[in-house]
């Protein structure tokens, strides 16, 4: 069984990587235009990646293994890994339970950013030195070198900050899809979330300030609570409650000049879920994307009888595989400006590769609340 499970995994494997050696030898290219470039030897270098072989937690199946050099085919760029994030949904992947996972033996991660390294012979408008993303998001980030089709790759700017290179698609363009895509919002609207220390909820919240509209923000009940709510202040919120001081009558009171929200975000569940439904104004529309609790989203008869509340759901990789790959690379470099100029950050962690162990166990939630866990390889 062992022996099956090492040809599977060299045969699944075979194209996805290789580590920090030196550069293969360069040879010409004399395109059909007559010019003349560089491409790359046919092998990648060998690659360290995070290997799992069968579904379970992360933290007993996941295994740093080294993998040997790949073919680099015509159409193909190798690219030297330089950070990739630890998400809720990598997790997921990893357990076996997301919708969506690739088939085991699997490299871990779904994006990340990477230098490029070196390029197939028929690979045009990408080099050697320049920075590219995965877009949309592709899994096996979680190595030191990926060797995918040039399709896969997207250049980007290399004076963005690494770490929000890496993050910039899972979470910020969630937030910014769910902005666009459920209700017409204009300049003075306001939004409700809970769940707004995620990094999609501090997300919602800076995007929204871009376009002038107000957000409700709903945090749980948690020593600190003070602290976090002037953080989330200071990106922008323009109120942030507990769950607590929601149990009143009429949330609508403590609003006093913003408007009714006519959009709500939920990625808890349960009674925080019910929260976000009663701040909403007649026919508005909360969606969901998550579900922390793990309970249910209880909804009163009156709710949808007297209010007509819409409930929806998004989930990011169904819209991406709509045929949105050029269109998703346009909000992706919208985004990358808006960390450029400051007016999108998010709390994150970069964690040496050799520490991944200990990074997995933060992302894991064995050592409480932590900053977004960014490999940095």
Not at 104 to 125: F, L, M, Q
């Amino acid at each position: 069984m062992a022996t099956v499970r090492l040809v599977q995994l060299k045969a699944l494997l075979l194209r996805r990587g290789g580590t920090a050696s030196p550069p293969p030898p360069r040879a010409l290219f004399i395109g059909p235009n007559r010019g003349i470039r560089a491409f790359s030897s046919t092998m990648s270098p060998p690659s360290k990646a995070v290997v799992y072989e069968e579904h379970g937690p992360p933290d007993t199946v996941c295994k740093l293994k080294e993998l040997p050099p790949v073919p680099i085919k015509d159409d193909d760029v190798c690219v030297k890994m330089l950070a990739a994030p630890i998400n809720p949904s990598d997790i997921n992947r990893i357990q076996g339970v997301y919708p969506v996972r690739p088939p085991v033996p699997a490299i871990g991660g779904y994006e990340g950013v990477g230098e490029v390294h070196s390029v197939g012979s028929a690979v045009t408008g990408l080099g050697p030195g320049d920075w590219v993303i995965p877009s949309p998001p592709s899994s096996g980030t979680w190595q030191t070198y990926a060797v995918k089709e040039q399709s896969v790759w997207h250049k980007i700017d290399k004076r963005t900050p690494m770490e929000y290179a890496a993050t910039i698609t899972v979470n910020p363009l969630t937030a910014l899809r769910m902005l666009e895509d459920f209700v017409d919002l204009k300049s003075g609207d306001a939004v409700v979330q809970n769940g707004a220390t995620s990094i999609v909820g501090q997300c919602i919240i800076q995007l929204a300030r871009v376009r002038g509209i107000r957000s409700i923000n709903v945090i749980r009940d948690r020593a600190g609570s003070d602290e976090v709510k002037e953080k989330l202040k200071k990106l922008g919120a323009d109120e942030v409650f507990t769950e607590g001081q929601l149990e009143v009558k009429n949330v609508k009171s403590l609003l006093a000049d913003i408007a009714e929200p006519a959009l709500g975000f939920n990625c808890v569940g349960g009674n925080a879920a019910s929260l976000v439904l009663k701040f909403l104004k007649q026919g508005g529309t909360m969606v969901t994307y998550g579900g922390m609790s793990k309970k249910p989203i209880t909804v009163s008869t009156s709710s949808f009888i007297f209010k007509d509340l819409s409930l929806r759901g998004f989930w990011l990789q169904k819209w991406l595989t709509s045929d949105k790959a050029e269109e998703c690379r346009d909000m992706i470099d919208y985004l990358l400006s808006l960390t450029s100029s400051g007016e999108l950050r998010y709390d994150m962690e970069l964690v040496p590769f050799n520490q991944f162990t200990s990074a997995l166990d933060k992302a894991l939630g064995k050592l409480g609340s932590q900053p977004k866990q960014v490999i940095k390889f």
